[in-house]
């Protein structure tokens, strides 16, 4: 199982992004997935997650920012973040569950500059 990420880069505060994340297997047969993220010096933490069922559930500090969604034809996970802050900066993961086994693609690098 392999989850290529990609769509970070460099943007102004107010800007937007929308980070994808492509699946090597089909994915409905992800039980969960979500977009992580790692600042420089502070521990990775959840920022959205998307079951199979389609439910949602969001970080706090997202604020109706955030948008987490699935295209299941093209097995591919979003994640839309607008009105970004320099606070949002870091490298962003998407996970994924597959029974009980873990994976985690390469990361992409998101950066908001004030």
């Known amino acids: 199982v392999q989850l290529q990420a990609s769509g970070g880069g460099l943007v102004q505060t107010g800007g937007s992004l929308r980070l994808s994340c492509v699946t090597s297997?089909?994915?409905?047969?992800?039980?969960?997935m979500g977009w992580y993220r790692q600042a420089p010096g502070k521990p990775r933490e959840l920022v959205a997650a998307?079951?199979?069922?389609?439910?949602?559930r969001y970080a706090d500090f997202v604020t109706g920012r955030f948008t987490i969604s699935r295209d299941d034809a093209k097995n591919t996970m979003y994640l839309q973040m607008n009105a970004l802050e320099p606070e949002d900066t870091a490298v962003y993961f998407c996970?994924?569950?597959?029974?009980?086994?873990?994976?985690w693609g390469q990361g992409t690098q998101v950066t908001v500059s004030s």
């Open positions: 297997i089909p994915i409905t047969s992800f039980a969960y």
């Open positions: 998307i079951i199979r069922s389609g439910r949602t």
């Open positions: 996970n994924s569950l597959l029974r009980t086994d873990n994976y």
